[in-house]
Structures are given as structure tokens and as C-alpha cells.
């Protein structure tokens, strides 16, 4: 047996399976930037950035020297009943950093789930009200409050919340309202519906991405989230914005709040601020997070490392711009993309901002009917060929490469991409293979 079949042979009987989600059988021992190195040597460019969690590549060198300075004599392991400078130090720059006004502080924990439970938790509490509004389709943690509250997760059969109401999220390239003008109906459908329900007085706290990630990649109207903050602000219902996973440059701005021009009352993060470690974080309102004190423990939440990092990864997407880097390199992908689409019948939509791109596999661009089937064989092609890229919303692909790819890389990873999807429509694709892997 090779050693990367062996390697998935001892995950499959040692790891459980209730932690994984399996595309194809990617087995990796090393990461250098945007590459994944297989046993062997493969190279295999990195599409996904763990779901954006590497947004800084992989191996960074500054992220590197923060880790090893804050490992060598750590003042402990958490910040849950002493401080260190990395915490409080970090803390005050993620506050410089996010907009906003009044008096704010900052959660630590150990990634957006447990930042955003603890957020719809305190909501309550501060409130005194009980409901939540989110929306169908969207994602904002696997456990507790946070996986009760993810259409996502509650329409793959998990509880939902028992104060919860989903709400339509926008799509325009399927816009939910008939009319002549479709797009502009859907908005205005959304709005009203969130509208109704504020309107009872008994909602705690709204939370919404700014880009429906794992439910599709769906680009929301521009002006939408400014006609949803203005609604929250009338109803004075906090507005918690999710930027987990499309945030912190990502988006080609370091906030994708700011593609609307909107200041939230809550922001939370995850993913690419710990660089490759568990790191989480939430800013809002003192009223909201600053007690009781602890309502929220996790023992090495706010850790020395962990901080140390996420200060320095804050740093490297200032000092590198890499949001100005991803929307350049992401209106190239984009671009490239779109060229693709003009040639294919099965390609129905590319969308995006920055580097956070999502392209829509249809049977036929006729009809614009999902094909999940062909987006699960083109992601499983996309690695035959050397590529690491999921699948959204059951049939887009998610393409969130680390923000430093190169041009050279995104003429790389379009190639493998068109490729990919050739060959899954013209059937070059094992589908027993495929069958293996239960995908998202």
C-alpha cells in the first residue's frame, strides 16, 4: 500500500467521522504558500485555504517568527484569569482596526463558532429578548447556539433554535420574486419579511453574512446589507455581521461590511485571523460583552500564542495589503472565469469580490438547473489535476485561494479548473470514486 493510501487507510480507522468532510482523498504532509505537497511530492494548488483559514499561505514567514517568540517562555495558557500583553495588545488593535464608535470590547475564543455563539448568547442576556433572526442557508458554527441558528445545518436535519426565524437571503442570479424586475422584488420580499418580524419587539440580536459563504457564495444586491442595518437601527436590534469566513481582506477591503458602507454594532471573525491556529474573536458593544463574567469560559481562549499570531497576521495584511492584492488577483480570477463561462453551457454563474469567487455548475445554462453531480466530479477532477477546490450550496464551486496567489498561480488554477469541469460534463470521471466521498 502507498504510503497516501495508508495514510487515509489509518485516518478511517482512528479519527472520527463525525469531525470530516471529504471531498477526495486528499492525504498532505507539507503546505509552502499556495501549494499542497503530497507524500511523494505532488504539488497540488491550494484553492480552499482550509476553507480561508490559511489566507496567508501556508508557512508564512512572519507567521512563523510569531509562533516560535510567543512558544519559547509563554506567560501561560489562556487568558481566563490573568493577562498578558498579547491579549490585551491585540485587543486593542483589533479594536483600532474594525469601525465603530462608543464603548467596545473584545472576545477571544477559538474560532468563529464559539464567537459568534457567545455573541447571540449575550444578545439575550442584554436584551432580555429571545429570538434570533439568520438566514436560510447560512452557516455560522458547528456547535451550541451557533449550529442552532445555521440554515445549513438545520436543513441537513440538526435542531434548530426554538426563537429562531430564518429569513430569504438575495440571490441574484435566482431571485425568489417573479416580476420585471426580479432582483429588485427579492430585495424588497427580504426586507419586508426581516421587517415584520422586527416589528414584534422581542428580537435579540440579527446576524448575517456578508457573503453567503457555505450556502452558495451568493453575492447579496449592493445596497442591501445599508437597507438591513437601517432596519436593525430603527428597531434598535444589534446587527451582528459574520465575517468568519469572507472577512479580513479576503473581499479585496479588509471588511466585507465595507463593500456596503455600513459600521455594524457587532463584527465577529474566525479563520484567517489565527493563521492556521484556533483562534476566534468578536467586537461590539461593552453593554453587551462585558458580563456577567464567566458566562463564556474556555480555558485557553485568548492564549499567548494564539495571539501573538493573530497580531501578527493583522500586521501582514496591513504592512502586504493583501486586500488590495486579493482584489487585484481576484478581478484576474474573475475575469479568467468569466471567459470560461462564455465558452461552457454548464458554467451558470461567476460571482464574487476579491478572492472570494464562487462559480455555479448548472446541467445547462437554458434552464440554469442545479448539477450537483457535476460539481462533485469536477472538484474530484479539479485534484486528479492538481487542484484543491470545494463545493457550496451543492453545486458552486468556492474558490478561496490564499490572498497572496500569485498571477501566475491564478492562470495555473484556471486551467486546471476549466479542465476539470470538461472533463466531469464529457463523463472522464470515476464515479465510484466520487460515491466515496459524502462531500458538503
Known amino acids: ?3 497516501h493510501l495508508n495514510l487515509i487507510e489509518r485516518d478511517r480507522v482512528a479519527v472520527a467521522g463525525i469531525e470530516k468532510l471529504r471531498f477526495f482523498p486528499l ?25 480561508t483559514a490559511c489566507g496567508l499561505g501556508h508557512g508564512h514567514p512572519k507567521i512563523i517568527e510569531a509562533m516560535t517568540r510567543a512558544a519559547r517562555r509563554p506567560p501561560g495558557a489562556g487568558g481566563l484569569s490573568a493577562v498578558h500583553p498579547d491579549s490585551v495588545g491585540f485587543a486593542e488593535e483589533l479594536l483600532a482596526l474594525t469601525p465603530g464608535s462608543g464603548d467596545r470590547r473584545v472576545y477571544f475564543g ?6 459568534n455563539d457567545v455573541v447571540l448568547r449575550a444578545c439575550r442576556r442584554a436584551t432580555g429578548r429571545r429570538r434570533i433572526i439568520a438566514y436560510h442557508h447560512g452557516y455560522h458554527g458547528g456547535m451550541g447556539v451557533a449550529m442552532r441558528v445555521s440554515g445549513v ?5 440538526a435542531e434548530a433554535d426554538p426563537d429562531l426565524f430564518l429569513a430569504t437571503y438575495p440571490n441574484p442570479f435566482r431571485p425568489h420574486v417573479d416580476g420585471p424586475d426580479p432582483i429588485a422584488a427579492s430585495v424588497k420580499a427580504s426586507l419586508d419579511e426581516i421587517a415584520r418580524e422586527l416589528a414584534k419587539g422581542d428580537v435579540a440580536c440579527l446576524m448575517v453574512e456578508p457573503i453567503l459563504s457555505d450556502g452558495g457564495l451568493v453575492v447579496p444586491p449592493k445596497g442591501y446589507l445599508k437597507s438591513l442595518h437601517a432596519l436593525c437601527r430603527k428597531h434598535q436590534v444589534p446587527l451582528a455581521v459574520d465575517e468568519v469566513k469572507m472577512g479580513l481582506g479576503r473581499p479585496g477591503v479588509l471588511h466585507a461590511f465595507q463593500l456596503d458602507g455600513i459600521v455594524p454594532e457587532i463584527v465577529t471573525f474566525g479563520k484567517v485571523i489565527g493563521g492556521g491556529l484556533p483562534l476566534g474573536a468578536a467586537v461590539g458593544p461593552a453593554e453587551i460583552l462585558d458580563g456577567p463574567a464567566a458566562s463564556a469560559l474556555l480555558t485557553m481562549a485568548g492564549n499567548p500564542i494564539c495571539t501573538a499570531v493573530g497580531r501578527q497576521v493583522m500586521r501582514t495584511l496591513i504592512e502586504e495589503d493583501l486586500p488590495g492584492r486579493a482584489k487585484e488577483s481576484g478581478d484576474h480570477f474573475l475575469a479568467e472565469l468569466r471567459k470560461c463561462q462564455a465558452a461552457s453551457d454548464v458554467i451558470g454563474d461567476v460571482r464574487g469580490h476579491g478572492l472570494a469567487i464562487g462559480l455555479e455548475l448548472v446541467a445547462d445554462r437554458a434552464s440554469n438547473k442545479r448539477d450537483r453531480k457535476l460539481a462533485q466530479r469536477t472538484v474530484y477532477r479539479a485534484f486528479e489535476l492538481g487542484a484543491v477546490v470545494h463545493y457550496v450550496g ?4 468556492e474558490i478561496t485561494p ?6 501566475a498561480e491564478v492562470d495555473i488554477a484556471v486551467g486546471i479548473l476549466d479542465q476539470a469541469i470538461k472533463d466531469a460534463q464529457a463523463g472522464r470521471v470515476d464515479d465510484a470514486a466520487v460515491a466515496r466521498f459524502a462531500g458538503w
Open 110 to 115: 477559538h474560532a468563529g463558532t464559539d464567537a
Open 394 to 397: 451543492g453545486n458552486v464551486l
Open 402 to 407: 490564499p490572498l497572496t496567489i500569485s498571477r
Open 153 to 157: 445545518h438545520i436543513e441537513a436535519g
Open 1 to 3: 500500500m502507498s504510503n
Open 27 to 51: 492525504a498532505v504532509v507539507e503546505g509552502e504558500g499556495c501549494w499542497l505537497i503530497e507524500d511523494g511530492g505532488r504539488r497540488l494548488i491550494d484553492l480552499s485555504a482550509t476553507w
